[in-house]
């Protein structure tokens, strides 16, 4: 039953036009245990802050994933004090127990950080317990005397489930050398993860999802070590993680097979990856290819990991794990967690050519971990540019057009770059940081840009953050007992975790 403070506030947020939903809970103090409750994470929801300014008292609303940053609200209000408020003062001003604050605080001015509005529908406290109040963000523009500020820093974590994920799991193919898509997206989010200390976490390179499109024997075979030693020279510690080849241990293709029953045939053909693959190679659209999702949620699922590090691309296969572990959880009563993508900074690395993202299978398209200086040269010199002057358009209302100030990045306001260019700031953001990058938007659009110039010194830049890793993996490589040992010992432990999975699907689906 829904207690009457919740169902009141709901009331007045209703008369308001914010349109809610109350949501049920156990009694519960802790975001991250209400999220897990009800099966969000933690990016679904937004904390009210009730804070002193100087003498006054107010409410920052911002999301859980996010830092308040006490610099940037105190220049904006122009206090020289600021903290959060005591346990007293928050109850004389809400009115409500610690860990229930309420998106409206009456008598109080509210402030809502922008990042709030990056996600759609939210989550926050309804002055009890043990219920949620859920809203569309942009419905809390309605409250009274609100303000939209940008008062926290970049989002650092997402996180899931903080309570019940224990484990982490990723793969790579074996295609070919790892890319600067790969390492930014994926294996940054790997050593991000392994560093917390918290998670298993469980690395593979997965060598049966690189046959499902067409290869060669002798170059799989040497490739799939390839990563390996790539992994080991990015900084990956095979005492901390598991580090494993997928066909080692041959039970993911077995629950593999078992999770097929419960997954249709049309839900995989219509797949947008799947579609790209056929157009690839339209004489190799074979049930391999076909199933390659449903192995991809095998790897993640035999491990029971909740938390998978890749870059935006593999989103539609997550789904299709998440849902896999929805219907085997509700047909066989097995306990697999939905796993949620772990994003990187980078999770979406566009190709030199300008067109869509770097890949593998796109020639003059990516830059390889291994590249040296000249041949980054090289690759950044082909990116296709403009005459480098100014043809982003006027500036948006409220901004000054002899400055152009007031604004984060000014490709996102104006956004009439070619993507050629786009790729370059991109880069530029990446490897010589957020102010060179609006150094040049500013410069493109003022006294125009000398690509020469800037590539030369982007090249440089990207060179100098691969070489640690080149000197690492020139003396991995020469380890031959080490990387084997890595490879035994990971399977070993991998082998272990998989086999009681295994054994737990085929008790539940009759076959034991
Ligand atoms: P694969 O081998 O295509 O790519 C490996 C990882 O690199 C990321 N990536 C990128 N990230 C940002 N920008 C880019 N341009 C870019 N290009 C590649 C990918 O998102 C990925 O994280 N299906 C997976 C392999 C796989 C897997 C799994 C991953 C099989 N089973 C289980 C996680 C969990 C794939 O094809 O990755």
Redesign the pocket.
């Known amino acids: 039953m829904i207690d009457q403070i919740s169902l009141g506030y709901s009331k007045i947020m209703t008369e308001m036009g914010i349109k809610n939903k109350i949501l049920e809970h156990d009694s519960l103090v802790e975001a991250a245990d209400v999220v897990a409750q009800l099966g969000y994470t933690l990016n679904d929801s937004v904390a009210t802050l009730i804070m002193k300014a100087d003498d006054n008292f107010i409410a920052v609303l911002r999301r859980d994933v996010t830092k308040i940053s006490f610099k940037k609200i105190k220049k904006l209000l122009g206090v020289e004090m600021l903290r959060i408020a005591t346990p007293e003062e928050f109850n004389k001003i809400t009115e409500l127990e610690i860990g229930t604050a309420r998106f409206y605080v009456p008598g109080i001015k509210t402030y809502i950080d922008k990042k709030v509005f990056g996600k759609k529908t939210i989550l926050g406290g309804t002055g009890s317990l043990t219920s949620t109040f859920q809203c569309q963000s942009e419905d809390l523009k309605k409250l009274p005397g609100i303000q939209v500020v940008d008062v926290t820093s970049e989002i650092e974590e997402v996180v899931t489930n903080l309570k019940t994920t224990k484990r982490v ?5 074996a ?1 070919g050398r790892l ?4 390492y ?4 940054k ?1 790997f050593l991000e993860l392994e560093k917390t200390g918290k998670y298993e976490t469980v690395y ?1 390179v ?1 060598d049966i ?1 690189s046959i499902t499109t067409p290869f060669k024997p002798d170059e799989l075979r040497a490739n799939k070590r390839e990563i390996i030693i790539d992994y080991l020279a990015a900084g990956l510690d095979p005492k901390k993680s598991i580090i494993i080849y ?1 066909s080692d241990i041959p039970e993911h293709i077995e629950l593999a097979f078992y999770f097929s029953t419960v997954e249709t045939i049309a839900r995989m053909m219509h797949l947008p ?1 799947y579609k790209e693959k056929v157009k690839q190679h339209p004489q190799a659209n074979t049930m391999a290819l076909l199933n ?1 999702p449903i ?2 949620a095998s ?2 699922l035999i491990y029971k ?1 909740g938390l ?7 989103e539609p ?1 997550l789904e299709v ?1 998440r849902e896999i572990a929805r219907k085997m959880n509700q047909i066989y009563g097995t306990d697999f967690p939905e796993p949620v993508r772990f994003a990187t900074k ?6 030199l050519t300008g067109e869509g ?4 299978s796109v020639e003059n398209s ?1 830059i390889n971990l291994t590249d040296n200086l000249d041949e980054i040269k090289k690759k950044i010199a082909k990116v296709p540019t403009d005459s480098g002057k100014g043809i982003m358009g006027p500036p948006p209302k409220g901004i000054d057009p002899k400055t152009y100030e007031g604004k984060e990045k000014y490709s996102e306001l104006v956004g009439k770059i070619p993507s050629g260019v786009a790729a370059l700031f991109e880069f530029v953001e990446l490897f010589q940081g957020l102010e060179k990058r609006k150094y040049y938007e500013k410069i493109y659009i003022t006294t125009g840009i000398k690509y020469g110039q800037m590539k030369q010194e982007l090249s440089e830049a990207i060179f100098a953050d691969l070489k640690p890793f080149q000197e690492r993996r020139a003396k991995i490589a020469e380890d031959t007992k080490y990387v084997d040992e890595v490879i035994r010992d990971g399977a070993e432990r991998a082998r272990k975790i998989a086999r009681e999975t295994v054994q737990e699907v085929k008790e539940k689906m009759g076959l034991l």
């Open positions: 799991f990723s793969g790579i193919r295609t890319h600067l898509g790969n930014l997206g994926a294996v989010g593979c997965v999802h997928q990856t390659y192995l991809m790897d993640i990991a998978v590090p890749v870059g935006i691309d593999q296969h794990a980078g999770e979406y690395i566009p190709s993202k770097m890949s593998k990516y």
